[in-house]
């Protein structure tokens, strides 16, 4: 099992401490414990993500900050939208590859991310 095949996704500024963290919680197939620490993680360093995706995406500048400005405001609702039409054409734009595609049952994404697994070095011990 990996955090992209269950649709959760690691920063890769991530500190290594928390993605050992997130070994240990899936191989004790802790999810709660999983999504309380990413969403956790995600938001302590919401802003540094932000700033980081408006300076490599200006031409979704506008988008991107209504998509923060409803998530702040908690209309979820809107900031999802907003974000996952992004992603869309972020995955598309850089990867060549449909965010929400799927071959064999499998999200074509998932590819992407295997170079960034954690090789078997770094996984906490059993």
């Known amino acids: 099992m990996t955090l992209t095949n269950?649709?959760?996704f690691i920063d890769f500024d991530m500190?290594?401490?928390v993605i050992s963290e997130l070994n240990l919680l899936i191989k004790n197939r802790?999810?709660?414990k999983i999504d309380e620490l990413l969403i956790e993680y995600f938001e302590r360093n919401l802003t540094t993500i932000k700033?980081?995706?408006l300076e490599q995406y200006p031409d979704?500048?506008?988008v991107l900050e209504a998509g923060f400005r409803a998530h702040a405001a908690k209309e979820y609702e809107l900031s999802v939208l907003a974000f996952l039409s992004q992603v869309d054409g972020m995955f598309k734009e850089k990867l060549s590859v449909d965010f929400f595609e799927k071959r064999n049952k499998?999200?074509?994404r998932?590819?992407?991310y295997r170079i960034y697994e954690v090789p078997p070095i770094v996984k906490t011990r059993s």
Do not use: S
């Open 110 to 112: 998932a590819e992407c």
């Open 106 to 108: 499998i999200p074509a």
């Open 60 to 62: 979704r500048r506008k």
């Open 51 to 53: 700033e980081f995706l």
């Open 30 to 32: 802790a999810f709660d």
């Open 6 to 8: 269950n649709g959760w």
């Open 15 to 17: 500190p290594l401490e």
